[in-house]
């Protein structure tokens, strides 16, 4: 099982295969440069001499030979376009499939900078090669089992341990490298992962080494009576009460002082198994504790696989306000098994649909469709959904600016929260009324009614009850995001067009929360 690295020209494969051949202390090879040598011509003149359909013939040949060759721990790196090869899509099967990620205006830059990179003939026309790169990410992505945003491979630790650990989990596991300005880390998906017995599976992909660092689990009853002991040893359980009601300051004082009690130090790390609220809490004393130990997320809901454990913010609640105190602390890794949600009670379930429902509005594309069209939710978009926040932290860890977006319907839905004391609605059911109420906002009339319809097929709520419209007004203006006097909106021009940053009028406001408890 070699590592075979694919991607769209100018994603920088053949660097990353030398600095991945590197850390594994093998060779690289080239596909496009062995090909060049074999031909006797450069990868572009061969294009122009043999048409297209004569060099593919002799570039499927020499990858068909390369896969089957290729040692164990080697580095293969392909050319953009041998995946277009039915044949060579097949014997992948057979190796860690690696996707370089690259946006299209940084392949065209690159491309057009080499040396004959005017010349290439699929770089001629910029709109021609937008449109392929559109439609090869496609496919790369079904190939892939890790995806690798750009720029890093090579100095991002951790990241070959990663791949290797690929090798040995349950078939279908995905990583995706996370990138922020906190830290990188892998992110697995992949079923079986915690739900397969003994936990081996889970081990092997642990992020951290745990001869060294002991690890700490932080947990509710619920989901610790389920899974703890698929985790392997741990050096201490710590199971809060389960809920919302729970994620606050006292919760945190008794993580912070069992750990102390337990001698935690900062050679060792905490294990937040559970949903949301174990997440943030957990993640929250793994900021704090000592001045900030790593954190592992084993996420087990579906509001935590696609949204809370990613992306590094954690924090409690005060009774006056949502999330009112917290850090930003990026994990060392986060583990999903989306079979854990087979004990997901349904309602819980259901406000989790919300969360996937709005990173679909964000992200708009395949992930609207499929949200729009009510496929069923299994790991393709949890790895969807994780990878659209993912993009979002990586270009903004700490909500300056575009990461807002990920707040679309929570100003109103915080507000919910609060004013019915944290009790009367699960958070995504109260996004689920937030994002109804900013998509009035936006104007979207029709947008509007199709979501409700959404909801409504999923049992979720699309009244307010125990609120009235000037309470929740009230308390959206507490909200942290306030910036002098107004809260800033987020908005959607359509599906995958999130306008962060919006003034909205108060009486506006109030009528579209008046609408929910009409
Ligand atoms: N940090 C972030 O970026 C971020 C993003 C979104 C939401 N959040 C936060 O997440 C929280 C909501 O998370 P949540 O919906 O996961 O709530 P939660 O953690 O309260 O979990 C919901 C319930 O499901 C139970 N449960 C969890 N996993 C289970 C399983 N596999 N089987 C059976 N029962 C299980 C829990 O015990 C709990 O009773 C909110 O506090 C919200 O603010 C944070």
Request: hydrophobic residues 45%.
């Amino acid at each position: 099982m070699a590592f075979v690295l694919i991607g769209f020209m100018g994603a920088g494969k053949s660097t990353a295969a030398r600095e991945l051949a590197a850390a594994l202390e093998t060779q690289p090879l080239d596909s496009d440069e062995l090909l060049a040598e074999r031909l006797g011509e450069t990868v572009a003149q061969a294009f122009t001499t043999l048409g297209e359909a004569g060099f593919r013939a002799r570039e499927e040949q020499l990858v068909l030979e390369l896969l089957d060759a290729a040692e164990p721990e080697q580095v293969v790196a392909l050319g953009g376009g041998s995946v277009t090869s039915a044949a060579v899509r097949e014997r992948l099967g057979g190796h860690v499939v690696v996707l370089l990620e690259v946006s299209p205006q940084t392949a065209w830059e690159r491309v057009r900078r080499q040396r004959g990179g005017d010349e290439r003939p699929l770089a001629r026309d910029r709109d021609a090669f937008t449109a392929l790169h559109e439609g090869r990410m496609a496919v790369y992505e079904q190939l892939a089992d890790a995806i690798v945003p750009e720029r890093a491979l090579g100095s991002a630790a951790g990241l070959t341990g990663a791949l290797q650990g690929l090798r040995g989990a349950p078939r279908g596991t995905r990583l995706v490298w996370a990138r922020a300005a906190g830290g990188q880390y892998p992110v697995f998906v992949g079923e079986g992962l915690l739900t397969e017995a003994g936990g081996g599976a889970l081990q092997g992909l642990w992020p951290l080494d745990r001869s060294r660092s002991r690890a700490f689990c932080v947990s509710d009853e619920t989901v610790a009576a389920l899974y703890e002991p698929q985790l392997g040893e741990l050096a201490l359980t710590i199971a809060l009460r389960p809920g919302e009601a729970h994620k606050t300051l006292s919760s945190a004082e008794r993580v912070w002082q069992g750990l102390a009690e337990a001698g935690m130090t900062r050679a060792d790390h905490i294990v937040a198994l559970g949903g949301g609220v174990v997440g943030d809490v957990a993640g929250f004393c793994a900021a704090t504790y000592q001045r900030g130990v790593p954190v592992v997320h084993v996420p087990t809901t579906l509001v935590a696989q696609v949204d809370s454990a990613l992306g590094g913010k954690t924090g409690v609640d005060l009774p006056q306000a949502k999330n009112y105190v917290g850090a930003y602390h990026q994990p060392a890794g986060v583990l999903a098994d989306p079979l854990a949600l087979r004990t997901l009670p349904a309602g819980e379930l259901a406000a989790g649909w919300v969360e996937v429902l709005k990173t679909a509005l964000i992200a708009g594309g395949a992930l609207w469709r499929s949200l729009a069209a009510d496929e069923p939710v299994g790991a393709e978009t949890i790895l969807a959904c994780a990878r659209t926040k993912l993009a979002v932290v990586a270009a903004d860890e700490r909500d300056g600016g575009v990461r807002q977006v990920l707040n679309l319907g929570h100003t109103v839905g915080h507000a919910i929260e609060v004013v019915t004391g944290y009790g009367r609605y699960r958070h995504g059911e109260a996004v689920a009324l937030g994002l109804l109420a900013a998509l009035r906002l936006s104007g979207q009339e029709q947008l509007r009614e199709q979501v409700r319809g959404l909801l409504l097929a999923h049992g979720l709520p699309v009244t307010l009850d125990g609120a009235g419209p000037d309470e929740v007004l009230a308390a959206t203006r507490r909200d942290k995001k306030r910036l002098g006097g107004r809260v800033p909106f987020v908005l959607l021009r359509a599906p995958g067009e999130p306008v962060p940053g919006c003034e909205v009028q108060d009486s506006d406001v109030r009528a579209a929360i008046a609408e929910l408890a009409a």
